[in-house]
């Protein structure tokens, strides 16, 4: 509604700044949230899920902890068999 407002202006400054904020929007969607962060996490692969040991140790005094149990939330990636 806001980026609307920015848009529909009848000043070209603020129209510029609401053309910029709808590019900066769609390129934080687009590459950022769709792209970079999902290739990270699968680059970190556990690492990703680090915490500091104090609150680590407060996780587990109250069994909060990580179960061994569940599946891992990005599996390794499968590697073709060659032939």
Known sequence: MVVGGFVGSQI????MIGIGL?????VDVTVVRALLV???MRLLGRRAWWSP??????WERR?????ADLPE????AAV????
């Open 22 to 26: 709808v590019i900066a929007i769609v």
């Open 73 to 76: 939330f990005f599996p390794p």
């Open 63 to 67: 069994r909060l902890g990580e179960r």
């Open 12 to 15: 070209t400054l603020m129209k």
């Open 53 to 58: 040991a104090p609150l680590a140790r407060w």
């Open 38 to 40: 999902p290739a990270t």
């Open 80 to 83: 073709p068999s060659e032939k």
